[in-house]
């Protein structure tokens, strides 16, 4: 197949090219950069010696955009792109709507313009809402957006759903994402995140390269084994093979496909700060702190329903998750600015 990723430069999009390249896809990336960059396209290049076109074009851009659809036969677009920092989401409202949604908009008639039938989309185990119960399992209904940025996955979902309806032949698969981490394998992509680290992960590998001085802990108060949050975290290559797999089996089957794409298991914050402190050799510093707005104290995922119909469940355990992080971290104190 030939597949339209957009995002495609970005911590998931990346691994998700090496992976379609490797299952034998042909894949064409469309990013503007706004979250990350072109050394990515040329480290996935190296990973997988191949080549394929990438198009420096933000999906705001319709007319642009087009281009892509005249020049390439696509046959699914997986769909990345997109502004995902939970906290500006807050704060800049507008600016998450505008990008997401216009995005998502104009990539959908695109699509129906050009008769491309498929779309695997990046969601989120945040549209189940703060007052779901835990396991989150796919049939419990979305619940109330607890930020800009999850509202924007609740209503892509429901513009997805609704293409499925108007569109005969569409296929939506949704993947509701737990939380994703760890790095390639070759240590040559990664996470880069733009200054200091919101989430866990980066932050710890930071305070391990030495760059932050000490892990912030947001809470131990919380009802939960050891006071801290729990969350379910993913190596985003399992995550990426994944979509691999849902784009084979689901494609080409009209209708909404809905998956957690989680391990089905959590762990806490102090539980990761240990694993990342076996994977480093040494014990890494850490300060317990207020609890941080909005958080969340557990939740995981029900990996039943990907395991029993797309055949996938996760494969690396926290240990690997921490090691190729490490690993990245290693190879790439600074990202991908120049070293
Ligand atoms: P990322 O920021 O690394 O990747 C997103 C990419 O989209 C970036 O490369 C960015 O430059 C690009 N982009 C943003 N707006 C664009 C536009 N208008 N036109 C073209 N390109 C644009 O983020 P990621 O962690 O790889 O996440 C990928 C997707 O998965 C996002 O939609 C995100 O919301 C979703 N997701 C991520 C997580 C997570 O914890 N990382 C969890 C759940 C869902
Ligand atoms: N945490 C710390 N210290 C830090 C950063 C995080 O203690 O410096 C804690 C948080 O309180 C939480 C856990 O580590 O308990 C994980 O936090 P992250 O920021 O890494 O991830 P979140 O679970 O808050 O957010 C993730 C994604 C979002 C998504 C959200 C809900 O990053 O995109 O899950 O699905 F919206």
Known sequence: MKILVTGGAGFIGSHTCVELLEAGHDIVVVDNLVNSSRKAIEAVQGITGRKFPF???????????????????????????????????????????????????NLLEL??????????FSSSATVYGAEASIPYVESMPRGKATSPYGASKQMIEQMLEDQVVAEAGFSAVLLRYFNPIGAHESGEIGEDPNGIPNNLLPYVAQVASGKLEQIGVFGNDYPTRDGTGVRDYIHVTDLARGHVVALEKKAAQPGVHLYNLGAGRGYSVLEVVDAFST???????????????????????????????????SEYDIGRMCADTWRWQQKHPNGFEEE
């Open 55 to 105: 198009y420096e074009y933000d999906l705001l851009d319709k007319a642009a955009c087009k281009e892509i659809f005249e020049q390439n036969t696509i046959d699914a677009v997986i769909h990345f792109a997109g502004l995902k920092a939970v906290g500006e989401s807050v704060e800049k409202p507008l600016l998450y709507y505008r990008n997401n949604l216009g995005s998502t908009l």
């Open 111 to 120: 699509m129906r313009d050009y008769s491309v039938n498929s779309i695997v």
């Open 279 to 313: 994977a480093v050799g040494r014990k890494l510093p850490y300060k317990i702190m207020p609890r941080r707005a909005g958080d969340l104290p557990e939740y995981y995922a029900d990996p039943v329903k990907a395991k029993n119909e797309l055949g996938w469940q």
